[in-house]
T-cell receptor, first 113, second 113 residues
Framework: AQSVTQPDIHITVSEGASLELRCNYSYGATPYLFWYVQSPGQGLQLLLKYFSGDTLVQGIKGFEAEFKRSQSSFNLRKPSVHWSDAAEYFCAVGAEYGNKLVFGAGTILRVKS | ETGVTQTPRHLVMGMTNKKSLKCEQHLGHNAMYWYKQSAKKPLELMFVYNFKEQTENNSVPSRFSPECPNSSHLFLHLHTLQPEDSALYLC????????????FGPGTRLTVL
């Protein structure tokens, strides 16, 4: 069975600084990997996804993530954070076949001015 | 605009009440999901429907009863709930059960008194 670990519960960065949110997964085969963002009181919005191919994936809102099979990681990055990026971020892994997504516990991002 | 709508957005109910949550997707998808999101816990998958058939019940108590009359609509019927059932209930849809990219609604914030 697949699992996801997001080691950081909270992260605080200054506006304009770079950001990296960590995600480690456990799955025996080729995973489908996702990053979602959730603003307070809202549902989850898909930022980006990795299914196959280029291991550096570009998403919406200037986010990117890199799949590293050797490290079982799929870290989310952004070169310059905006105050509107403050939210909770969830990494998720899906099996190659089947519909079950397993989510990490989430990382809350705070942006200070 | 996520294409997945949920009503009501907020619901307060007593332990003896019966209420229903409604989800509608406008994306032409064939699979729909109910998730429970509690504070400080990872997202929990509750039910999965694929082409109106329930394909997964993740050991959910019988006081939660799902209904999927067609591929566009999903309901969650609630009765004799407990205070610990207070949470954000999220609905999601995907193209089909073998395709992992899920689109989420804004959720229903449920409070059980």
């Amino acid at each position: 069975a697949q699992s996801v670990t997001q080691p950081d519960i909270h992260i605080t960065v200054s506006e304009g600084a770079s950001l990296e949110l960590r995600c480690n997964y456990s799955y025996g085969a080729t995973p489908y990997l996702f990053w979602y963002v959730q603003s307070p009181g809202q549902g989850l919005q898909l930022l980006l996804k990795y299914f196959s191919g280029d291991t550096l994936v570009q998403g919406i809102k200037g986010f990117e993530a890199e799949f590293k099979r050797s490290q079982s990681s799929f870290n989310l990055r952004k070169p310059s954070v905006h105050w509107s990026d403050a939210a909770e971020y969830f990494c998720a892994v899906g099996a190659e076949y089947g519909n079950k997504l397993v989510f990490g516990a989430g990382t809350i991002l705070r942006v200070k001015s | 605009e996520t294409g997945v709508t949920q009503t009501p957005r907020h619901l307060v109910m007593g332990m003896t009440n019966k209420k229903s949550l409604k989800c509608e997707q406008h994306l032409g998808h064939n699979a729909m999901y109910w998730y429970k999101q509690s504070a400080k816990k990872p997202l929990e998958l509750m039910f999965v429907y694929n082409f109106k058939e329930q394909t997964e019940n993740n050991s959910v108590p019988s006081r939660f009863s799902p209904e999927c009359p067609n591929s566009s609509h999903l309901f969650l019927h609630l009765h004799t709930l407990q205070p610990e059932d207070s949470a954000l209930y999220l609905c999601a849809s995907s193209q089909n059960a073998g395709y992992n990219e899920q689109f989420f609604g804004p959720g229903t914030r449920l409070t059980v008194l």
